[in-house]
């Protein structure tokens, strides 16, 4: 299968994760420094890599953002514990995990070992997206290798410990992404959340404490053991350290995977990187950190991609990927795409995201057909606020936070719809240029009038 052409160059320059062409290879990531952060980590002890992650301040990449190294020194090293890493990435717009594991697996695996001899675990297992199909199969080509070269399976030289390194494939469910659906999947489970507490790092694979975390984090950690915490957390805002991976999508010239300092800007990203919107066309407004997210307006571009300049805008930087959306594409179409989305992944365990996901969907797919009406519009926010913190996880959330930001930045355009009666924009607004159809079949739930 022939390798995506949309991933562009990284820059060199801005670089800490050397993604530059292929280094699928582990005699070629050795040439270029690959295994030495190892080589350095195995004449440390646990406390000290630990104090090396806390250092760095790096936060989680998965989402959430927690910092790494504090949810490290949750894990005393011992007997009976677990890595997994976190690789199912399905929200829509993410694509960087999938780069990592596709360029350079060695970068994470090498991270895997890193961590596994800092908690002593008995074993990682990466979750991997079911239709990740060739990305697992190189993952297990490059753990072939590091087992010939001795770095899995056999002792690490100087220690009697032995790093074990599986691929675990899902089935192709978003919720799977959540971490305890996750680790009740790998469990052999119904692929569910469950409420917290217990957290994973008390019971989780096979009920054991676990330490979870997302491929980009765990791809880092080699960076930040081989150049230093403190050196790492020089990188980026003092809050959020480091580069991070954005996969940039949508109505923008040069869509593609870019690697940023966090202290760079949206407009960086998306005018630097990207070369802004196709010829013509004007920003509408842009998702800062995947589906899931409050969108932002055109005079927000000089918002910082630091987790922190995010929030202060009014949104979250989520999982790094921005979805640029141009001046021709209708926003109620594209908050109901959105929705269409969520109420096809609620796992439907909890009620509030199961009925009020697919409520969301129904009412705006009559906004959308021209078949709302005004009070409907203010229906919509009032489900908004009833999923909104009262789910079993933050997929429901996911669903409302989107549909509210697009509500109360585009009234205008929704009640056009509820007037006119049909949708104003040209038939050709390119939403399939954002999300590729979802749903073919229509819900029975909709009634006209
Ligand atoms: C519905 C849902 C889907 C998620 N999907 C992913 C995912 O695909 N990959 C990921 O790393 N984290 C995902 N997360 C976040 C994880 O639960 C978890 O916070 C993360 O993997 C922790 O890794 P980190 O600390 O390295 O960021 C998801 C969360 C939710 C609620």
Partial sequence: ??????????????????????????????????????????????????????????????????????????????????????????????FKDREIMLRNPHMLIEGIIIYLWMIRGAGAYIYIRGEYAKEASILEGAIAQARA???????????????????????????CGEETALLASLNGERGQPTAKPPFPAVSGAFKKPTLLNNVETVATVPVIIGMGGAAYAGVGTEQSTGTKMFSLSGHVRNPGNYEMPLSATYRDLIEGKGG???????????????????????????????????????????????????DRTCMVRFALRTA????????????????????????????????????????????????????????????????RSHINNFRAEFEEHCRLGRCPCPDDAPMTELYPPLLKAPLPMVHAG
Avoid at 61 to 86: E, Q, T
Avoid at 278 to 300: D, H, Y
Avoid at 341 to 353: D, I, N
């Fill in 1 to 94: 299968m022939p390798e995506s052409p949309t991933f562009a160059q990284p820059d060199q320059n801005a670089l800490l994760l050397p993604f530059a062409g292929s280094r699928r290879e582990i005699a070629e990531y050795e040439a270029n420094g690959g295994y030495s952060a190892l080589q350095t980590a195995l004449g440390m002890t646990s406390e000290q890599l630990v104090d090396e992650m806390i250092a760095s301040n790096l936060r989680g990449r998965g989402g959430a953002g927690f910092p790494a190294g504090r949810k490290a020194s949750f894990l005393a090293a011992g007997l009976d514990r677990y890595l997994v890493i976190n690789g199912d990435e399905s929200e829509p717009g993410t």
């Fill in 149 to 175: 070269k001795g770095y899995i399976g056999s002792p690490l030289p100087g220690t009697d410990y032995v790093a074990n390194v599986y691929v675990h494939r899902g089935a192709g469910a978003y919720i």
């Fill in 276 to 326: 802004g919107m196709p010829e013509g066309r004007t920003l509408k407004a842009f998702v800062p950190g995947g589906s899931s997210m409050p969108i932002l307006m055109p005079n927000q571009l000089d918002t910082g991609l630091a987790f922190e300049a995010v929030v202060a805008a009014g949104s979250m930087a989520g999982s790094g990927a921005v979805i640029v959306v141009d």
């Fill in 340 to 403: 269409e989305f969520y109420m096809h992944e609620s796992c439907g365990k909890c009620t509030p995201c199961r009925e009020g996901t697919r409520w969301l969907t129904e009412l705006l797919r009559k906004q959308e057909a021209g078949l709302g009406t005004l009070a409907e519009i203010d229906l919509l926010l009032e489900i908004c606020n009833r999923v909104e913190g009262n789910c079993l996880c933050v997929l429901g959330d996911a669903c409302a936070m989107p549909v």
